[in-house]
């Protein structure tokens, strides 16, 4: 009889799709795991690297920093254009974490032509159209995680990466961490953070502990309850396309059909998937170009099979 994960694989592999690394960890120990290469190096998180920037507002809300009720205007008041739209001026921290910042477009992405072109990313928010009153719509959108970002980089007068070096990713045994840079030199924030299968999963097991690694709460249970939770509805906007995006969004998470439990998701087919009830965490690295949801549809449906998994 296969494991979960030599079932998964099994599926995975039924449809062609390129899965690099899972992995499935339960009660703190690595119970299974698949990986295709001799070593398990590092890859690009897309955007899981967004819940860790949303780990990173937890932790500088928790040092008072920043407020998730704050106006992103009156922190950048250099950026802020000449008369100013009502909605852009009513952009709070919270609404950047649930992309519900209002913009009438989601902007540019990662490999889009802009990303190699534009060289002032703050600016290119602020001079943004804003159709919707904050709060009203989701909308995905990578520059709502980068200007939160560069809020805490402001505050912090360093940015995330060196913010979050000693905070979060050495307690979480991630050492000597990578993470691109915009032509400022913010850190990208949605993209370009660099973790291994195993570094994923530890980043997985500090969720499932609400906050806690290596003896030390290193973001409070509150927050990570909170941006883990639905925080807005998500079903309109992909009814028609994507059924596992359809239960709404948290601070930067995506809601599952089970309950209480939640997952990271990532470009290409990067995802961890935290189930609390079961003490477990799964992560999946892969580089997949076509129908890369797919690898996460294949994992979720072979979950909901299993019962949650025992």
């Known amino acids: 009889m296969n494991t979960f994960i030599e079932e998964y694989i099994n599926r995975v592999n039924a449809e062609k799709k390129n899965i690099l690394y899972a992995q499935l960890r339960q009660g703190g120990q690595v119970r299974e795991e698949y990986s295709r290469f001799p070593q398990k190096t590092r890859l690009n998180l897309m955007s899981i690297s967004k819940s860790v920037v949303s780990v990173g507002a937890g932790i500088a809300i928790d040092e008072g920093l920043i407020s998730l009720d704050e106006k992103i205007c ?57 159709d919707r009153p904050p709060g009203e719509r989701f909308l995905y959108s990578n520059f709502n995680t980068y200007m939160i970002s560069c809020l805490i980089e402001k505050r912090a007068k360093q940015n995330l990466l060196e913010y979050l070096r000693n905070r979060l990713f050495e307690p979480l045994g ?16 949605a993209n ?24 030390r709460q290193l973001v409070s249970k509150a927050y990570i309850r909170e941006a883990a939770a639905k925080q807005i509805e998500t079903l309109k906007v992909y009814e028609q396309e994507q059924r596992y995006q359809t239960y709404g969004y948290g601070y930067q998470f995506w809601m599952t059909p089970m309950p209480n439990t939640f997952i990271c998701n990532g470009n ?14 799964i992560s999946v690295m892969s580089l997949e170009g076509n129908s890369y949801k797919r690898i996460r549809d294949i994992l979720i449906d072979l979950v909901l099979e299993k019962g949650g998994i025992t």
């Open 192 to 215: 370009g953070l660099y973790f291994n299968i195993d570094e994923l999963g530890f980043f997985g097991e500090m969720l499932l502990r609400e906050g806690a690694a290596a003896g």
């Open 74 to 130: 009156e922190a950048f008041p250099e950026y802020v254009p000449d008369n100013p739209s009502h909605n852009l001026l009513a952009i709070k921290v919270r609404h950047l974490l649930t992309m519900s910042s209002g913009l009438a477009a989601p902007l540019f992405f990662a490999d889009d032509p802009e990303r190699y072109t534009v060289k002032d990313w703050i600016a290119y928010f602020f001079t943004a159209g804003f």
């Open 268 to 281: 290409y087919g990067q995802y961890c998937l935290v189930l609390p009830e079961k003490e477990m965490v």
């Open 174 to 189: 991630i050492g000597n961490p990578d993470w691109t840079l915009c032509p400022k030199g913010h850190v990208h924030a």
